[in-house]
């Protein structure tokens, strides 16, 4: 272990100097070591290499000396280390929360410096790019979006937390779709909805999938527009109905915490509803919405949705009717079948019927 | 609730109290020596024995003089000891008596015991003086003495202060005031640091909840939620979230209930994140005892803080099916909303994903019939499969089993439904006489009448008391009707009239029994059942049917004017049937010449019926009657009439066939001439008055007509009615012809587009097959073979064959050859031959080519067959007669038979028909080169 007295000059600029307190000196915390050897060493770290970290230390003030204390910067290999314990910075929490109105340019800030830190365990540096990435998406500029794709990459292949990672492969999924993308990141999210079980990023390929379902749908009746009455196109019309609602609905089933995530799902399911002429059913997504999700970007359109239909639409309540849980029904008696027909197609017709637009 | 409480309560509490040591046996000592064994004891943390020591120094000496500074001095120890022995009655005397002393015990020492005082009420359960007591614990403090390290530094007992908080809040809740409780947390939660404000979030929850205030409670989870994973007693706080969504599923406030359980975690990851609190606890914990100068309370707190979460773990590993309860209430929430698909999924996620038990199953099995509810016949199906697997031992199997079947049979999956339900009616389960009750009826879908039979016999025979032995019973008669073994129908339906005289079934019974006598042509009998039916059964499903067949009977038996009676007794809403019986009253009147009440009957009919697919029959019958009476202008009138009220009406398509039928009433050239002319005027009169689609049908009529005399005039004319045709509402056999006419005026692009259209918004036209092989041959004529490739699949899946299949076969085949498909190419040749509406020239086309694949691929000896074929049975195209018999010849060369070569040139020259021909010449040479023809074995008799 080499020391020496100087502090690092490779973090001058006030970005780093807030980095490096993010990551490591904090008024009033420290920074701990834990070492292979079961030491354990408190300071600040500085900086990182491939093969070792800086780490600034507090050296022992002689007897009666009451000027400032002394530092020394070592040089840590990082074979030698289990883990380290970050201390917390308020400065950049503060630059971080999403009360700051300049939060995307000082995110930005705080990213460069912080990318070296990223396969570091417990190192905040993902946290900071995923922040950086969604204020760039939330700009819905392209070239943005480009840089956020960008961000979410360098997360995504090297957070040390697989959490974050995940996250990064979900916000890269949008990005690619900002970036005009879609075809390749519903591709994408067609092999992720069968291999992860990262929520986050089920999520955002249940939702693509479900946005190429409808438009498929959406083609699908503009081509045949009396589909109903071709037993070859209602099949298809039933699957892709089918497949859009499941996968609209997914994140509010399974994920119903995850608000605007949830509340972008129903508002697909209750679009999707609302095309087949389901209006009934329509209500209640958006109704569902505005109950559990008020403040989301979708409740707007929801509740102007809801206003538009007829009264005799909205009349009833069930949420707010005491309804008595029903037992799951019985299976159909077959007491009274229907006469034989020569083929089947009761499938095709009550899903016809339903889907009929009012 | 109240276990609960206390639960809470010594989590919260961050000290551990030690176990009482059983006391020293001790005899008298003197007043040192109880005075230095208690100090012992109590700095050994054996704190029963302290406190004895220091009890009989007070009881023994507290008179004594002497021994006044060491019973002084004693005082707050003993406190001290009968609090950590857990001693609380006795501690409050010794608290009391400590802080009355004068001179009063040291400031710290006062705090020390006004904390404890209040501890040792609440155990005692004072609760308002504890509260009082630890209020005064605050108050000794200056504000903020517990957040500011100087003051902390001077202040050691303030880090008592947050946990004193805790304490009052916990007095409110003890004390019943769970409403109290609750608002206190709420209002010093914001003065707490992370850690005690998570604890002061959870005593919040647990106080709404005891006060029933399940509203604001709901409003907390969801405010907490976002950083619900800063709470360290995050079990805890989910199982109460837990218990409100329980809460508002039993009040039917389903979108609340669903807003609490859709916020509880998954077992695995409540187990996951409270390890990882764990350990990033204790890595805290070990940070902080490595650094010397760190906050004593931060290490105080942490230390508490974990054993608070290894209990948490350690009890939430044993709940058994805690994730199984969460989604089954989530998934009955949804479904009392009626939202069966939010339901099912749930349900479906539970199936797949948890450990397998009793709930699971429950919810297993009813997945399998939401699914079934909502008609999702694939998923009914695939649920099924996974049941079986995960339950295969389960008693609610053989329902799911059953589920499947019928799902199968109502995908239109005959076989696997038969395979399902044979399985299950030879098990021992309630569901096996319904199993084998849908065996035979999906038999009958299945059209496999004698195995339907055969069932519902083995039903009779195996269940005659079950409550579908009736059902069984007469679908054994509708299997006998449906294999047209009419006499042992009737013999059925009454065994089954006999034996559930009562049954659901009594009057289809009778119908059919009506019904099969007259398949047997025995009028008689099915005119009285008929009659019996329609009289005891009037409004029965069958009724307008049975008046059809009665009608037909009487009409035969000679009662002409009972049968138009019977007849004209058809409902008019029940539309099929009551046309039915107009025209066949029509057709009766015809044949007994009544035309006066025919034109009644049919003007009637066009009157009252104007929409109806079959006014054009109508119209056409009166037209015939005026034909017939000499009055061709009556006849004509009526047409025009139809023409000029309903023409405009796009809806009405029969107005088409009009037409087609008024060209006809003018024969003679003049006459042809007067009708283009009246149309012409017709077309001016609509146009004039905005009637566009009148003009519209005017224009493609005056085409029609023009059609043969005048082709060139006759597409301009559908050239200008294309440009004014609606096609979301024209007739598709109009936009067939603007489409062909498109085509012919070399305008492929607009011609595949009004194809297009005519397919967009007629679906089942008859003119598909047309439009799609139109399209098909318009992608091959611009080179395009993948979208002609696509046009070319749809008609073969989409339209049944068709005198355009043998034209799009021999295309197909085409282009699978260019693709180097040649057996693929060879089988959609031999379709051409196996097709009934392929021409001549295509079948002689597909054996040629067939005959070229095969030479191509190096065998002579399989092409030559088809070549032969040619000759042979299609001689009259002599085209592919000459190439036929060429090739032939060459495959015989190649086969190395020149006897066999030599014949077919030879036939070949010989045939005088196929002399201009360019193939002849060919043969001719080749015929020479093989050294002319070999003499015939019998000498020619000519």
């Known amino acids: 272990m080499s020391r020496c007295i100087s502090r690092s000059s490779n973090f001058c600029s006030r970005a780093a100097a807030i980095l490096c307190g993010f990551l490591c000196v904090c008024a009033h915390g420290q920074d701990v070591i834990f070492q292979r050897n079961g030491e354990k060493r408190v300071g600040h770290v500085t900086a990182v290499s491939e093969k070792a970290f800086r780490f600034e ?64 365990p417990r190192s905040p540096a993902a946290r900071i790019g995923r922040i950086y990435a969604e204020e760039l998406l939330r700009t819905g500029k392209s070239s943005d979006a480009r840089e956020a794709l960008k961000v979410f990459q360098e997360i995504e292949s090297k957070a040390w937390d697989e959490e974050e990672r995940m996250t990064a492969k979900q916000g890269r999924l949008r990005a690619m779709v900002a970036t005009g993308n879609a075809k390749e990141a519903i591709q994408e999210a067609l092999e992720l909805a069968q291999t992860t079980e990262n929520p986050t990023v089920l999520i955002e390929a249940n939702f693509l999938l479900a946005e190429a379902d409808t438009e498929a749908l959406r083609q699908l009746v503009k081509e045949n527009p009396r589909w109903q009455e071709d037993s070859l196109v209602v099949p298809e019309h039933a699957k892709l109905y089918n497949k859009a609602l499941d996968q609209y609905l997914f994140c509010p089933v399974f994920y119903g915490s995850n608000a605007a995530a949830s509340a972008r799902g129903l508002w697909g399911a209750s679009r999707v509803y609302d095309f087949a002429g389901e209006r009934d059913k329509a209500l209640e997504c958006a109704r569902d919405i505005l109950s559990m999700y008020p403040a989301t970007d979708v409740a707007s359109l929801a509740s102007k949705y809801v206003e538009s239909l007829p009264k005799k639409v909205t009349a009833s309540d069930p949420d707010k009717e005491s309804l008595t849980p029903e037992p799951t029904p019985t299976p159909e008696e077959p007491t009274q079948p229907e006469k034989p027909k020569k083929k089947s197609q009761s499938s095709k017709k009550s899903h016809a019927k339903k889907s009929t637009k009012k | 609730m109240r276990a609960f409480l206390i639960l809470i309560f010594f989590v919260a509490m961050p000290w551990s109290f030690v176990r009482l040591s059983l006391a020293e046996e001790s005899s008298a000592l003197t007043a040192s020596e109880y005075y230095q064994r208690g100090r012992e004891a109590f700095n050994a943390e054996n704190y029963g024995l302290a406190s004895e020591m220091f009890e009989r120094l007070i009881a023994d000496f507290g008179e004594s003089k002497e021994a006044s500074e060491a019973i002084r001095n004693v005082r707050f120890p003993y406190a001290l000891s009968l609090i950590h022995a857990k001693n609380f009655a006795e501690s409050l005397g010794a608290i009391e008596q400590a802080l009355s002393l004068d001179p009063p015990l040291s400031a710290p020492e006062v705090r020390e015991l006004k904390f404890w005082l209040g501890v040792a009420n609440l155990e005692e359960k004072d609760y308002a003086t504890a509260r009082a007591a630890l209020e005064g614990f605050v108050a000794l403090f200056p504000p903020g003495a517990e957040s500011n390290p100087a003051l902390r530094r001077q202040f050691p007992e303030a880090m008592k202060i947050p946990e004193a908080r805790l304490l009052i809040g916990n007095a409110w809740q003890l004390e019943g005031d769970s409403a109290k409780a609750a608002e206190y947390f709420r209002e010093i939660k914001p003065t707490l640091i992370p850690e005690n404000r998570s604890r002061a979030v959870v005593l919040e929850l647990h106080g709404l909840l005891e006060a029933e205030q399940n509203d604001a409670a709901l409003a907390l989870v969801e405010e907490e939620f976002p950083s619900m994973d800063a709470i360290t007693q995050l079990i805890t706080f989910q199982s109460l979230t837990l218990e409100l969504g329980n809460r508002w599923l039993e009040a039917g406030e389903d979108r609340k209930a669903i807003r609490c359980l859709q916020r509880v975690w998954t077992s695995e ?25 760190s906050d004593p309370y931060t290490k105080f707190l942490l230390g508490g803080l974990v054993r608070k979460v290894e209990r948490e773990i350690e009890n939430f ?60 016949w694939p998923k009914v199906l695939e649920s099924s499969a996974a049941f079986t697997k995960k339950f295969p031992k389960s008693k609610q199997r053989p329902m799911v089993e059953y589920l499947a079947g019928l799902a199968a049979q109502k995908a239109g999956d005959f076989d696997a439904a038969i395979k399902r339900f044979s399985a299950l009616q030879e098990e021992e389960s309630d569901f096996a006489p319904r199993a084998l009750f849908m065996l035979g009826f999906t038999h009958l879908l299945a059209e496999k009448n004698s195995e339907a039979i055969a069932d519902f016999e083995k039903f009779g025979r195996r269940f005659p008391k079950h409550e579908l032995a009736g059902a069984a019973a007469y679908w054994r008669g509708m299997g006998f009707s449906m294999d047209g073994q009419h006499e042992n129908s009737r013999k059925a339906m009454d065994a089954y009239l006999k034996k559930f005289p009562d049954g659901a079934y009594t009057g289809h019974a009778a119908f059919r029994k009506a019904y099969s006598a007259q398949q047997m042509e025995d009028f008689d009998t099915s005119i009285r059942e008929l009659r019996a039916f329609l009289r005891n059964h009037s409004r029965h499903e069958e009724s307008s049917s049975a008046r059809i067949l009665l009608g037909d009977a009487l009409l035969n038996e000679g009662g002409i004017e009972d049968g138009l009676g019977v007849y004209a007794d058809v409902p008019k809403s029940d539309t099929t049937f009551y046309e039915e019986g107009v025209f066949k009253s029509a057709k009766a009147l015809r044949l007994i010449e009544e035309e006066d009440r025919l034109l009644v009957l049919m003007q009637d009919f066009q009157k009252k019926n104007p929409r109806s697919p079959r006014v054009a029959e109508a119209i056409s019958e009166i037209g015939r009657v005026y034909r017939q009476r000499d009055d061709p202008d009556a006849a004509r009138k009526i047409y025009w009439d139809a023409i000029r009220k309903w023409g405009n009406d796009s809806a009405i398509r029969s107005v088409d066939e009009l037409f087609s039928a008024l060209v006809k009433l003018y024969r003679a ?42 082709p060139e005039t006759s597409r301009s004319l559908l050239l200008e009615a294309a440009k004014r045709a609606p096609v979301e509402s024209t007739n598709p056999r109009l936009l067939a012809d603007f489409a062909n006419a498109l085509a012919e005026s070399g305008n492929p692009a607009a011609a595949s587009a009004m194809f297009r259209d005519l397919l967009k918004w007629n679906p089942r036209a008859p003119q598909k097959a047309a439009a799609l092989a139109a399209l098909g041959f318009a992608e091959v004529e611009s080179g395009k073979e993948k979208p002609a490739a696509a046009w070319f699949e749809r008609f073969q899946k989409e339209c049944p064959p068709n005198r355009s299949t043998g034209r799009v076969l021999l295309a197909m085949a085409t282009m699978e050859e260019k693709r180097g498909k040649h057996v693929k190419a060879r089988e959609t040749l031999e379709s051409v031959l196996a097709s009934e509406f392929s021409t001549g020239p295509q079948k002689a086309e597909a054996l040629y080519r067939i005959g070229a694949i095969h030479m191509a691929a190096g065998h002579p000896g399989l092409a030559v067959p088809y070549f032969q074929r040619i000759y042979v049975m299609h001689g009259r195209w002599k085209d592919w007669v000459a190439k036929a018999y060429l090739e032939s010849g060459k495959a015989f060369e190649k086969l190395h038979d020149s006897d066999s070569a030599r014949k077919t040139y030879q036939e070949m020259v010989d045939n005088k028909d196929l002399g201009d021909l360019p193939e002849f010449g060919t043969a001719k040479s080749r015929l020479e080169a093989l050294e002319g023809p070999r003499p015939s074995a019998t000498p020619d008799a000519g």
């Open chain 1, 57 to 120: 230390i507090q050296l022992s003030q002689p007897t009666g000396n009451p000027g400032p204390a002394t530092t020394a910067t070592v040089s840590v290999p990082r074979d030698s280390i289990i883990q380290i314990e970050f201390a917390e910075d308020p400065e950049a929490e503060r630059l971080l929360a999403d009360t700051n109105p300049n939060r995307l340019r000082d995110a930005g800030t705080l990213w460069q410096p912080a990318m070296p830190w990223l396969a570091i």
């Open chain 2, 269 to 293: 990851r409540l187990l996951r994140h409270q390890q990882a609190q764990l350990a990033d606890l204790r890595t805290r914990l070990q940070a902080a005892e490595a650094t010397p100068k």
């Open chain 2, 317 to 376: 590993e044993k709940i058994p099916s805690f994730d199984a309860a969460v989604r089954l209430r989530l998934a009955s929430a949804y479904q009392a909303m009626g939202r069966l698909r939010e339901a099912a999924l749930i349900l479906e996620e539970m199936l797949a994903r948890l450990p397998a038990d009793d709930i699971v199953e429950q919810a297993s099995a009813n997945l399998a019939q939401a699914w079934f509810e909502l008609e999702r």
């Open chain 2, 669 to 710: 050239e003049d006459e042809r001439a007067e009708y283009l002319r009246l149309l012409e005027k017709l077309q001016k009169d609509s146009e004039s008055s905005g009637d566009k689609f009148l003009a519209m049908r005017t224009l493609w009529a005056r085409a029609m007509a023009l059609q043969k005399s005048d």
